[in-house]
C-alpha cells in the first residue's frame, strides 16, 4: 500500500510503497477514507518535534475496518472509525484518575510499524501513520462511528475538532458572555472559534499574522478578526472594557504567540496553551508580572478530552446539526497532493486539507 512517508528534516515528504505487518491479536487493519493534515506533522518534519525517519505521516483520519487480528473485541470488519492518536492505557495513575489524556503511555510521537519497499524499518507518526491508504492500529485507537457520518467530518474529530472544542469546554470551561481570543487559525484554531461562539463567548476575537484568514475566521464563527502584530494587547483591551480577554486561546505553540496570549489576557484571566511548540522556545514572564496579574497559563493536551467517550458524542453534534466543521475544511486533495497541502499550511494558508487517499 502508499503513504506519505517522510525520510528527512527540511525535505518534502513523498508518497512510497510500503508494507505493513498483518494485525496481531488487539490489532485491527484499517482502510483510511479521509485525512487531515495537521501541524504536528509539520513539526515532525520540519524538526521542531524530533522523530525517526523514515516516518510515515498522519494522525487525523477515519475509514473502514477491513481485518482485525485475533481476540478483537471493540470491532467487526466494516465498522467506520475514527483513530485516536493517543489512546489511554485505563490502568495507570493518570487513567485511574480520569485524565486519560495524560496516560504514561500515550501521544508517543513515532513507533516503529511495517517496512519501506528497501527493507527499512518504517516507523508511523503517532503511532497511526494515517496519511496513508491503510494503518495497522491497536484496537484501544479506533473509536466506532455511524455509517452516516461522512469520512472528513470523522477525520477531523480526530485531533482537531476534539482538540478544539476540548480545549474551550474541558480545559478552559468558557462561559456565556465571557470574551475570548484566539491567536493563530489553522484547523485547531478556527474549531476553537467555533466552540467558543458555540459556548455562548462574546466577544470572540480571531487573531492571524495572515489578513486572508479573516473570512475563514467570521465564516467558523468569530465576531472579529484582528491581524497580529504589536499592537495586539492594546486592540483586544479596546474590546473589552480595557481589560483584556477572560480567555485567551493560543493555537500556534511559540513563545512570541502565548506571550502576546497572556499580554491580551485580563488579570485573573486564564491562557490556554494549544498549540505544540519546541522545547528551546522560552517564553518570558516575570516575577511580578506573574504575581500582580493573577493570571492563569495552561496548556489542553488533546483537548482534555477522553476520546472513547467524546468523539461519539461529537459525532452526534455533527448529525444533529449542532456541529458544522465545513468552515474549517478549505481544501480537498489525494495523496499525491499531501506534500503541497503541507507547503500551503507553512505558508499559513487555508484551513484544513482532507485527503482522500
Ligand atoms: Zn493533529
Ligand atoms: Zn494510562
Redesign the pocket.
Known amino acids: 500500500m502508499r503513504a506519505l512517508v517522510a525520510r528527512a528534516v527540511g525535505e518534502p515528504p513523498r508518497v512510497e510503497p510500503v508494507e505493513l505487518p498483518a494485525p496481531a491479536p488487539g490489532e485491527v487493519r484499517v482502510s483510511v477514507r479521509a485525512a487531515?493534515v495537521?501541524?504536528?506533522?509539520l513539526s515532525m518534519l520540519n524538526g521542531t518535534v524530533a522523530a525517526p525517519y523514515p516516518l510515515a505521516l498522519g494522525?487525523?483520519a477515519a475509514g473502514v475496518v477491513i481485518e482485525t487480528g485475533a481476540d478483537v473485541t471493540r470491532v467487526e470488519p466494516g465498522e467506520h472509525v475514527v483513530l485516536n492518536?493517543a489512546p489511554p492505557c485505563r490502568r495507570c495513575w493518570y487513567c485511574e484518575r480520569h485524565e486519560p489524556w495524560l496516560c504514561e503511555r500515550g501521544g508517543v510521537p513515532a513507533v516503529a510499524r511495517g517496512r519501506t519497499a528497501a527493507g527499512e524499518p518504517l516507523h508511523v507518526t503517532?503511532g497511526l501513520g494515517a496519511l496513508a491508504e491503510e494503518v495497522v492500529v491497536p484496537e484501544t485507537a479506533v473509536i466506532p462511528v455511524p455509517a452516516e457520518l461522512p469520512f472528513e467530518a470523522a477525520a477531523l474529530l480526530?485531533?482537531?475538532v476534539l482538540?478544539g472544542v476540548g480545549a474551550v469546554r474541558r480545559t478552559a470551561g468558557v462561559a456565556p458572555g465571557e470574551s475570548v481570543v484566539v491567536i493563530g487559525l489553522g484547523?485547531?484554531g478556527l474549531s476553537v472559534v467555533g466552540a467558543a461562539r458555540a459556548a455562548g463567548a462574546d466577544p470572540v476575537l480571531a487573531v492571524d499574522v495572515s489578513p486572508t484568514k479573516a473570512k475563514l475566521a467570521l465564516a467558523a464563527g468569530a465576531t472579529e478578526f484582528l491581524l497580529s502584530d504589536d499592537s495586539l494587547s492594546r486592540a483586544v483591551r479596546g474590546r473589552t472594557d480595557r481589560r483584556g480577554a477572560d480567555h485567551a486561546f493560543e493555537c500556534v505553540g511559540r513563545g512570541s504567540t502565548i506571550r502576546a496570549a497572556w499580554r491580551a489576557t485580563r488579570r485573573g484571566g486564564t491562557v490556554t496553551v494549544v498549540g505544540m511548540g519546541a522545547k528551546d522556545d522560552v517564553v518570558p514572564l516575570s516575577a511580578l508580572e506573574i504575581f500582580h496579574s493573577a493570571r492563569t497559563l495552561r496548556s489542553s493536551v488533546y483537548g482534555s478530552s477522553d476520546p472513547d467517550r467524546d468523539v461519539p458524542a461529537l459525532a452526534r453534534s455533527v448529525l444533529d446539526g449542532s456541529l458544522d466543521l465545513a468552515p474549517l475544511i478549505s481544501d480537498r486533495t489525494d495523496l499525491d497532493g499531501a506534500a503541497a497541502a503541507f507547503d500551503r499550511m507553512a505558508r499559513g494558508e487555508g484551513a484544513r486539507t482532507v485527503v482522500v487517499p
Open positions: 487531515g495537521c501541524h504536528s506533522d494522525h487525523e492518536w503517532l480526530g485531533c482537531a482538540t484547523g485547531v
